[in-house]
């Protein structure tokens, strides 16, 4: 009878050892019943030690980090109250505070005699109505002292925030040179603001403040490492999506990350910026975040235009896009104009594309009669989104490469959602990020479909062909600068184009799948452009009322190389307060105009991983892999080109990230499934999958970490104050 062997990796048995593992079928069939000492439960109940190790490590943060001032303080003299007043900026009427200057706002808290002051209890709170924000208002302390080492002038020792919503703010480390004689609270805020204080405590012990949003945030980041460890045996297993464990694990790991990027919609707690308009710049421009609603509207009653009001004086204005000129003008007449929508021939316009209306804006307004919320359609598309991305990465894993494991799939998918400036679109959920959120979907999934159409026998699937056509087609109607993805099909298909299954007689309806498709869309654009602006390839954008002329705008070639760098490696400015980040100022020796958005770094900065790319041209390695090189050059050139289109046209945002981001993922995604092949056999290609994997969750963190920075559009210092000081209370151990 042939031998079988427990584990098909396994050569025919040459020791001893391995012959216990041959197995003759006649004696599997006869010991079948047979009671056989089993082990598996005490090996089982030893591997699960390994799946709680990150809640052990949660928990021993929890108790000994995140609440060490608790734990300190047990080393503290004994709690005193002191008593207290205030010093010639601050007024007192009953027990309520009022600061009336910045010069002598202070509070001086009563010393008699020297001693040791480690911290101060500052129940503080505000005065007036009630606060907006669950973590209320928050005041900022700045203690003085006179000690033993700063005997004749105070030393400032830093700036509390202390938030009065949040308990563990109101106690203030201090650490002074010895003794202190004297005490001065420094009261930073405002000129008018109010706060009530009954009583200072000093050198009082500090609570256990234990947090359940804490708890759970920290064992999602230690499950996270543990999940996409490279050592972990489950990721060491060949992709293979038809294995049932894998499908499950996938899946999981696809709806969590949906569910985190429907909870970014939500952090700016975006409700209040679709409720009404509102006026910006001293009620020169007015502010409508519903700019979809009324392109649905304008839709369903029958034309094209907006159906808002337009000052009597826009007309006259022999260059209406002049934003000075205009915001002069709304001041004076009392009429201010729409903000980011599109004049011409006396009427509002929408400049960005029409598609994200047709597709959820219209049909919702059709069958409820109601407007759809801007950060509803946003939390769709970027689900869409996430599961886009899963179907374009495997898909080009799938044509260009041999082999690789779940767990680099899972990883580099991981890289190329967050990389895909998919958490900028979904924190700012307004009219911006939809036309490209729905152009990745549907460049993704129809780039997806053609790397996908070719069958097992050779021939060509017309349905890949006409849905992957039309859908990157429709991106005329989405961010129109996605159609150039159209030129990805020459490396996809070069092969079926040799062999005659394009431009061909043969190969005529191959080519009709793909250029009829293209043919509607171009047409059924051209046409909705023409009936708005007389022209069949302005889409709007020259005509934005914005911040600059759009019309007069100029174009230097001598501006590119500083938008090359600033898009792909401007490093972050770092400082050493929370949120240790700030925005990086455009100065440069480009004697012009460079628009730009709050900007924190560029692209490699925020996905450091994706360097791997470079790798790719230093070595001569990979010449046996034609397919994969040829479209990788086709990505990088149309990456290149949108860093340069962005540049020129629009300027520098991290929103555009998105325009490019994905292709160089892509690119560096490909470069490094070579480099791990390459050097399978050889410790380098240990070292290069783990550099990979803690490149790729050292930039998912920096990603996620930047949504806390203060000068961002939307930032949550103004419009959630909660989450953001919450996050700064979590950092006290390190005061």
């Known amino acids: 009878a042939p031998l079988l062997y427990e584990g098909s990796h396994r050569r025919n048995p040459t020791t001893r050892e391995e012959t216990r593992h041959v197995v003759c079928p006649r004696v599997r069939r006869r010991t079948k019943g047979a009671q056989m000492p089993n082990k598996r439960p005490h090996r089982?109940?030893?591997?699960?030690?390994?799946?709680?190790?990150?809640?052990?490590?949660?928990?021993?943060?929890?108790?000994?980090?995140?609440?060490?001032?608790?734990?300190e303080s047990f080393t503290f003299p004994g709690t005193q109250t002191a008593t207290f007043s205030t010093g010639n900026g601050i007024s007192h009427e009953n027990d309520t505070y009022t600061?009336?200057?910045?010069?002598?706002?202070?509070?001086?808290?009563?010393?008699?005699?020297?001693?040791?002051?480690?911290?101060?209890?500052?129940p503080i709170r505000s005065a007036g109505e009630p606060p907006r924000f669950k973590a209320g208002k928050t005041y900022f302390i700045s203690p003085s002292v006179l000690d033993e080492g700063n005997s004749t002038y105070p030393i400032s020792l830093g700036e509390a925030h202390v938030s009065e919503g949040i308990p563990a703010t109101h106690y203030i480390r201090l650490h002074s040179a010895g003794k202190v004689s004297s005490l001065h609270l420094n009261i930073k805020?405002?000129?008018?603001?109010?706060?009530?204080l009954d009583s200072i405590e000093i050198n009082t012990r500090v609570p256990f403040f234990f947090s359940p949003i804490r708890i759970a945030l920290a064992l999602l980041i230690a499950y996270t490492l543990y999940y996409f460890s490279p050592t972990r045996p489950f990721n060491k297993a060949p992709l293979n999506l038809s294995d049932r464990s894998q499908r499950i694990s996938l899946l999981t790991f696809l709806t969590l990350q949906s569910l985190i990027l429907v909870v970014i919609t939500q952090l700016i707690?975006?409700?209040?910026?679709?409720?009404?308009?509102?006026?910006?710049?001293?009620g020169a421009f007015i502010n409508d975040d519903n700019q979809y609603n009324h392109v649905a509207n304008a839709i369903l009653t029958g034309h094209t235009y907006l159906d808002l009001p337009v000052p009597d004086w826009m007309s006259t204005l022999t260059n209406p896009y002049d934003a000075g000129h205009r915001a002069q003008l709304s001041l004076q007449t009392g009429q201010p104009t729409y903000w980011d929508y599109a004049f011409y021939n006396g009427h509002y316009y929408s400049y960005f594309g029409v598609l994200p209306a047709l597709l959820t804006f219209v049909p919702y307004k059709f069958l409820t009669g109601l407007d759809l919320r801007t950060d509803y359609a946003v939390a769709f598309f970027a689900v869409l989104f996430v599961f886009s991305a899963a179907f374009f990465l495997h898909r080009v894993i799938t044509k260009y490469f041999n082999r690789t494991t779940f767990g680099f799939f899972t990883s580099a998918l991981?890289?190329?959602?967050?990389?895909?400036?998919?958490?900028?679109?979904?924190?700012?959920?307004k009219i911006y990020s939809l036309p490209l959120l729905v152009s990745l979907c549907l460049t993704l999934t129809g780039l997806g479909l053609w790397l996908s159409a070719r069958r097992t026998d050779g021939s060509l699937s017309k349905i890949s062909l006409v849905l992957g056509a039309f859908l990157i087609s429709a991106n005329l109607g989405a961010r129109p600068q996605f159609i150039l993805a159209t030129f990805l099909a020459f490396p996809i298909f070069w092969d079926e184009i040799k062999e005659k299954l394009f431009f061909s007689r043969q190969g005529l309806s191959n080519t009709l799948c793909i250029f009829l498709p293209f043919i509607a869309s171009i047409s059924a654009t051209t046409i909705y452009n023409y009936a708005r602006f007389a022209s069949l390839t302005n889409f709007g954008a020259t005509y934005n009322l914005t911040g600059f002329d759009m019309v007069h705008r100029s174009y230097a070639l001598s501006r590119i190389p500083w938008g090359i760098w600033f898009y792909l490696f401007q490093p972050i400015k770092l400082h050493s307060t929370y949120p240790f980040m700030s925005q990086v100022t455009p100065s440069s020796h480009f004697m012009g105009q460079t628009i730009m958005e709050p900007f924190y770094g560029g692209f490699f900065i925020f996905t450091p991983a994706a360097l791997l790319l470079f790798?790719?041209?230093?070595?001569?390695?990979?010449?046996?892999?034609?397919?994969?090189?040829s479209f990788n050059l086709g990505i990088l050139l149309f990456?290149?080109?949108?860093?340069?289109?962005?540049?020129?046209?629009?300027?520098?945002?991290?929103?555009?990230?998105?325009?490019?981001g994905w292709l160089l993922l892509t690119s560096a995604i490909g470069t490094t499934i070579l480099l791990l092949d390459r050097y399978a056999n050889e410790g380098l290609g240990t070292l290069i999958r783990h550099i990979f994997t803690y490149l790729i969750l050292a930039g998912v963190f920096l990603s996620y970490w930047n949504l806390l920075a203060d000068e961002r559009y939307g930032a949550l210092i103004a419009h959630n104050n909660t989450i953001y000081r919450t996050i700064e209370s979590w950092l006290l151990f390190l005061s």
């Open 639 to 660: 990456a290149g080109l949108l860093v340069i289109l962005d540049t020129e046209v629009v300027g520098i945002s991290s929103r555009y990230f998105g325009d490019f």
């Open 44 to 71: 089982l109940l030893g591997s699960s030690w390994k799946y709680c190790i990150p809640t052990l490590i949660v928990l021993v943060l929890e108790l000994f980090v995140f609440n060490y001032p608790a734990l």
């Open 99 to 122: 600061v009336t200057s910045n010069d002598g706002a202070y509070i001086e808290v009563a010393i008699p005699q020297p001693e040791t002051i480690d911290n101060i209890f500052l």
């Open 414 to 429: 991981l890289m190329f959602i967050t990389g895909s400036s998919v958490l900028t679109q979904t924190f700012l959920p």
């Open 189 to 196: 805020n405002a000129v008018g603001e109010s706060f009530h």
């Open 269 to 282: 707690q975006p409700a209040h910026i679709f409720a009404s308009s509102y006026l910006t710049e001293n």
């Open 615 to 629: 790798w790719g041209f230093f070595t001569r390695k990979f010449a046996h892999k034609p397919h994969w090189n």
